[in-house]
């Protein structure tokens, strides 16, 4: 692909694309493999089939459509759901894009709802910068200059409404208006490995934060192990897709007040495969005392056992749910939460927001040959199994206790102060 294509040629490449990845596996017809070869050239033939490869991929992380991407750019490309979601946070300012990728972010950005929105989606790569601009052809209505330097518009206070543009630069070199806001997913691969430390990201968040403390709004995407502190005008936030945490997010500026959270503390957000999110946060409780934060342990499961979603247990907030709802600990914070007795039903509505719960019909040894028994007289069937700090594995699990019964239960496997415990759940 070459850039600034005509639209013709861009919706040429992209039909093949589609016509490449219809077939199982992708690229697997003989005929149109033929054709599309002799009609592209073999150069350009081969880099749309390794795209059509992973059309399956690209549309569960971006939705429908047809997406330009490599591999590695898909694999650290934001999930549409968890992009949403933190663009609303910009509100309606003009956004720089940095470390862009294939567009994950910028997607989202462009189709915020906001007047004076707009996004300047930037990267290094002049692959990765020419297949953005392609992907971002397909929001609608925006006024789309896409090029490859700024637009000299662009560093006013006005004109801005609408911007979308693409830039093959060093973000560290590129000139930002003083008044647009920063996104940032700075590398954390640059040797090839994966790292957590933001010091060793490419650019490292010292190079960031001179840029990022001159916005007036900035997002910065960590991964959800890196460690940091930055006091107590920013924010740390963990993000979860369908129970897999993908992303820490620093906030800093107004991005903070659009998302309802203080500075100096923690978050943690679930958000479904819908789009729709549930939050869990601190309040003003500072992220140094969220630590120290301890709540009772119980020796065995209660009437409820609940199970905070992931993103809540990688924000370190575990025992502050617990203390905000009055549970105690299964084997510490790592394990399940429990109640010993009612719970009531506001409160127990914002638990099930975030959290898996289950009401307990029976608790007790976990050694197999029992767990038979329990369930044959019941004539019940584990079909959903929840396990927290044993080796125990549900997909074999479940398949060796169905023949038990024909009513589907829940199972929880965890420890407690008396060792490994069962308990069946509604």
């Not at 840029?211 to 920013?234: Q, S």
């Not at 398949?399 to 407690?416: D, H, M, N």
């Amino acid at each position: 692909m070459h850039d600034c294509l005509p639209e013709e040629q861009i919706a040429a490449f992209e039909a093949a694309i589609a016509e490449l990845a219809s077939s199982t596996p992708a690229g697997s017809d003989a005929k149109v493999v033929k054709r599309l070869r002799h009609q592209f050239g073999s150069d350009a033939f081969y880099e749309l089939i390794a795209i059509a490869r992973l059309q399956r991929k690209a549309r569960q992380k971006l939705g429908d459509g047809v997406w330009w991407a490599t591999d590695r750019a898909l694999q650290q490309a934001t999930a549409w759901q968890v992009a949403k979601l933190k663009s609303s946070w910009f509100g309606d300012h003009l956004v720089y894009d940095l470390c862009c990728g294939i567009g994950g972010d910028a997607l989202e950005l462009a189709r915020r709802s906001a007047p004076n929105g707009g996004v300047v989606a930037v990267d290094m790569d002049p692959v990765i910068q020419q297949y953005t601009a392609a992907n971002l052809r397909k929001t609608a209505n925006l006024r789309k200059t896409m090029s490859g330097t700024s637009d000299p518009a662009m560093s006013g206070t006005s004109g801005t409404a609408g911007i979308l543009q693409t830039v093959c630069e060093d973000v560290l070199k590129i000139d930002i208006p003083a008044n647009a806001a920063i996104h940032i997913d700075p590398d954390r691969r640059a040797d090839g490995k994966r790292t957590t430390r933001p010091d060793d990201y490419q650019p490292s968040l010292p190079q960031i934060l001179p840029r990022i403390e001159a916005a007036p709004a900035a997002i910065i995407k960590l991964a959800p192990a890196a460690k940091i502190d930055l006091g107590e005008h920013t924010h740390r936030s963990w993000i979860s897709l369908s129970g897999g945490v993908r992303e820490q997010s620093l906030i800093f500026g107004d991005a903070l007040q659009r998302a309802e959270l203080q500075p100096g503390s923690v978050s943690a957000f679930a958000v479904r495969s819908d789009g729709s999110f549930r939050r869990f946060d601190a309040g003003a409780t500072p992220a140094s005392q969220i630590d120290s934060i301890r709540v009772a342990s119980a020796k065995k499961p209660g009437q409820w056992i609940i199970d905070p979603d992931a993103a809540v247990r990688a924000a370190g907030l575990t025992e502050f749910f617990a203390r905000t709802y009055g549970l105690k600990t299964l084997g510490g914070p790592t394990g399940f939460l429990t109640s010993d007795g009612e719970i009531d039903d506001a409160s127990m509505e914002k638990i099930q927001a975030i959290a898996a719960v289950g009401e307990v019909i029976w608790s007790g040894s976990c050694d197999e040959r029992k767990l038979r028994r329990e369930l044959r007289q019941r004539k019940h069937y584990a079909d959903r199994i929840k396990v927290r700090g044993t080796g125990h594995d549900p997909a074999v699990l479940r398949k060796r206790l169905r023949p038990c019964g024909e009513t589907p239960i829940g199972l929880w496997i965890g420890r407690a102060e008396k060792g490994v415990f069962a308990a069946f759940t509604h």
